[in-house]
């Protein structure tokens, strides 16, 4: 606790009404002795404060009466009243009251200092120690506005002296280091703002125009509103404030009217207090505004006063959060008993008073004006006051130790009812009362609409918001939307995208938007409408989708029919090979084998062979294995097969045409065994290709993406690699020379002649691979291995058939050209041709 030197602060009370008012022996309204005393801020007159001079504004000289107030200041009057009445509560304790008008700030500030000073004195001791402080009142109800009771609660709070407000809903007013003895029995502007963003979300509006007013209710309200709808999604529109002094005819107000209407927003939320709410929709009549919808804050939704606008049951739905109505039995009966009393009073008074007391007089006596019907508005917040002095006494009950049935005597500090206070829970006409840690109460609001019989409005609650978080029950068929639309009125920017399409953002909200479809590939979260995701590796979407769907892997399956289809031609060709070799090892002697090459033919046809098992290595999933053989098996076979084929082309040009021209070199050609070591030597070039092209660029199992976005396609790695190509250039070099060879001895022995054969064979081989070369460049589906598979087929198909099928052919059907003396009568004819001239 704070320790100064103790010393006197005088208060320079200079208004001499109040003085000769308080000094007045004649009982006072707005004074009741009693054992303890409570205070009471109640804003009875209304007062534009605007003035230069530093002085306290005499509220009981406004003409401008405030109903609202006054039936709040009743409502403390015959809740104290009540108790002082009641053999139960603080049962032998008669509770005392000091009630102040307070009509403007400075108004309140006097108040406030005047209730710290002491009893009988206007001044206020600053002690050592504040626990022994003890001023005029134990506890203070009110004020109403946020901004007044910030005033008052900043020095009451010095003093620890309980005050609970009935109206003040700030958020800041919550905080205990600041406020450490400030309660409400009113909720905090935050719930109301959860409830008001609830009811945005629950309608769905996310375009909204926002209206406060230009006060610490009004500002801090449409602050938290903006902070709250941020997260939620919801973009202001527009964001205006209402001046303390505007006027409907302003060109400020006339300004945020047709801002209003440009922006297009269909709800629009009012955070303003009364007073300025009532300006307000003066501008939007003006205006002729007729389709929208209001949310309004608990200040004004059910106020009379707003609703006494000329013309506002034009305006469209009104939807607003209220404290929930409550009555106080037997409040209007004692309005109306003080008003009948005051009247007697008056008629009784000597007309001939004047001065300083005929001011207190109408201070004290409201005169005509008391005859103000009590509203729905004004009866929630008389409870609210009710509650507050209940809530008062029930502390003091627990304090004074009454629940033994009598209470002690003697002074009580305000800081010991304060920590009484804070732990109240009691019922009060059928409701709860108690404090959270932030001495806010445990209660909600109702949810109400305005209804318009004509010229008549009420209003008609619709729903609830209770509990912290806020939970929101609403009762969408009792309200009555604008213009008799049935369906809930929109308000958006842009109206939302398909499935499956983004939202890009135009302008400087996130709710303007136009919608972009996602492209394939990529999909739109649930959670995330502005970014289109990309899918995962082995998924893939179509263009406009909301998810990934897995891909299906392909690869050309054993028991696929094209792979059967090729087996079964694959393995026919290979039993042809061995059919073929068993019919040449049976003939092996014959004129027509050993024209074939002899011995050299089952190399051949062994090379066939095995390059004819490559065709089975396409089919099926890629392993390592099957991918290091199914290109290189036949590179290596066919070039064997070519190396031979080429220099049994050779040897019988060699035979006919240079043997008998250079005899020495053809004798050195055959004692050197010359074909065995060119095809033993092509063969290993070829092989060493396959090895450098194996370890340097290893064909692996591979998983393809690109190709096809809803397809994984097993394939094998680098099938155009430098090696590759190396193996297949070395072969179309053989097939060349092969070529050139058979051309050679075009003009050879009609059973030696091989050009026409080769030729066509060749043909084949060099029409396929073309043909394969060009399709790898216009497809890359799942039976590009097959295609592969029946190129090498067709090329092997293609040499076999153009070589070894006439040589079967002559064994097998024409016997008599398989001679010796046919064959050597054809080099006689040969013989003889050459030599002639």
């Not at 300004?255 to 955070?271: C, D, H």
């Not at 399409?501 to 999909?523: N, Q, S």
């Not at 049994?648 to 050197?672: C, D, E, G, N």
């Amino acid at each position: 606790m704070f320790h100064v030197k103790s010393h006197l602060v005088y208060l320079p009370l200079f208004i001499s009404c109040l003085f000769s008012c308080q000094e007045m022996e004649t009982p006072s309204d707005f004074k009741m002795p009693g054992d303890h005393v409570i205070a009471g801020l109640f804003a009875i007159h209304s007062v534009l404060e605007v003035r230069g001079r530093p002085e306290v504004t005499l509220c009981e000289r406004s003409k401008t009466f405030n109903a609202h107030g006054y039936h709040l200041f009743q409502a403390m009057r015959y809740a104290i009243e009540e108790i002082n009445n009641s053999s139960s509560l603080l049962p032998n304790i008669t509770l005392g009251y000091e009630l102040y008008d307070i009509c403007s700030k400075s108004a309140s500030l006097y108040a406030t200092l005047s209730i710290l000073s002491q009893p009988r004195g206007n001044h206020i001791k600053i002690p050592e120690n504040f626990f022994s402080y003890y001023p005029k009142a134990v506890a203070v109800i009110g004020p109403s506005s946020s901004e007044q009771t910030a005033i008052s609660a900043s020095l009451l709070s010095t003093f620890l002296i309980p005050q609970i407000s009935y109206g003040a809903t700030s958020t800041t007013l919550s905080e205990k280091k600041e406020y450490p003895s400030f309660l409400r029995t009113i909720p905090s502007d935050k719930y109301q703002v959860q409830t008001i963003v609830m009811l945005l979300k629950k309608f769905e509006w996310s375009w909204i125009s926002v209206i406060g007013s230009d006060n610490d209710y009004g500002l801090q309200g449409v602050q938290m509103l903006e902070d709250l709808v941020t997260e939620e999604e919801i973009c202001i529109a527009q964001k205006d404030v209402v001046p303390i002094s505007a006027q409907a005819e302003d060109s400020i107000m006339q300004n945020m009217v047709l801002s209003l209407i440009k922006l297009g927003a269909k709800v629009v939320i009012v955070f303003c207090t009364r007073n300025q709410a009532h300006v307000f929709f003066k501008a939007v009549v003006l205006g002729n505004v007729t389709d929208r919808v209001w949310l309004a804050t608990e200040d004004w939704s059910i106020s009379s006063y707003i609703t006494q606008v000329s013309g506002i049951s034009r305006i469209g739905t009104v939807i607003g959060v209220a404290i929930p109505q409550r009555q106080i039995p037997g409040l209007k009966e004692f309005e109306e008993a003080y008003t009948q009393a005051k009247k007697t009073s008056e008629s009784s008074a000597d007309p001939a008073q004047d001065g300083d007391h005929q001011i207190c007089n109408q201070h004290l006596f409201f005169t005509t004006d008391m005859n103000n019907e009590l509203s729905a508005f004004s009866m929630s917040s008389a409870y609210n006051v009710y509650a507050a002095v209940y809530a008062v006494a029930h502390g003091l009950h627990q304090l004074l130790g009454c629940s033994s049935g009598v209470c002690t005597t003697g002074k009580i500090y305000p800081w010991q009812l304060l920590e009484e206070i804070k732990k109240v829970d009691f019922m009060l006409l059928g409701n709860s009362v108690s404090f959270n840690e932030n001495g806010d109460p445990f209660s909600g609001y109702d949810i109400v609409t305005w209804d318009w019989n004509g010229p008549n409005w009420t209003f008609k609650v619709i729903g609830a918001s209770t509990g912290d978080p806020v939970h929101l029950e609403i009762d969408q068929t009792k309200i009555h939307w604008y213009k008799g639309k049935k369906q809930v009125p929109r308000s958006v920017c842009s109206e939302d995208c398909l499935a499956g399409e983004a939202r890009r953002i135009v302008g400087l909200h996130h709710c303007c938007f136009e919608c972009v479809p996602c492209p394939a590939g990529t999909f739109l979260n649930s959670s995330d409408h502005y970014l289109c995701h990309p899918c995962q590796k082995e998924e893939w979407s179509p263009e406009g989708s909301q998810t990934c769907f897995n891909r299906t892997i392909e690869f050309l399956a054993w028991h696929h029919p094209v792979s059967l289809v090729l087996m079964g031609a694959n393995t026919l060709l290979l039993l042809l090979l061995a059919g073929v070799a068993s019919l040449f090892a049976w003939h092996l002697d014959t004129p027509v084998v050993r024209s074939a090459g002899g011995r050299m033919c089952f190399l051949m046809l062994g090379s066939l062979a095995g390059a004819g098992c490559s065709p089975y290595c396409f089919l099926g999933e890629p392993t390592p294995l099957t991918c290091l053989l199914r290109q290189s098996l036949f590179a290596l076979g066919f070039a064997i097969f070519l190396s031979c084929l080429t220099i049994r082309s050779f040897q019988l040009v060699v035979i006919f045409k240079l043997s008998a021209k250079m005899p020495t070199l053809y004798h050195s050609w055959v004692q050197h065994h010359g074909p065995k070591i060119f095809v033993v030597m092509s063969s290993i070039i070829q092989l060493l290709i396959c090895i450098m092209w194996l370890v340097a660029w290893t064909p692996r199992p591979t998983k393809e993406y690109k190709r096809f976005p809803e397809l994984v396609v097993l394939e094998c790695s680098k099938n155009s690699s430098p090696g590759y190509l190396l193996s297949i250039l070395y072969t179309w070099l053989l097939s060349v020379s092969c070529f050139a060879c058979s051309y050679m001895g075009k003009d050879l022995p009609e059973n030696y002649n091989e050009a026409k054969c080769i030729t066509f064979s060749l043909l084949l081989y060099f029409i396929s691979w073309t043909g394969l070369a060009t399709t790898y460049s216009v497809y890359r589906g799942k039976y590009l291995p097959a295609i592969d598979a029946l190129v090498i087929m067709s090329s092997l198909s293609g040499v076999f058939s153009g070589y070894f099928l006439p040589k079967c052919y002559i064994i097998l059907c024409r016997p008599d050209l398989n001679t010796t003396e046919y064959f050597q009568a054809s080099i006689h004819d040969y013989t003889q041709r050459c030599s002639s001239p």
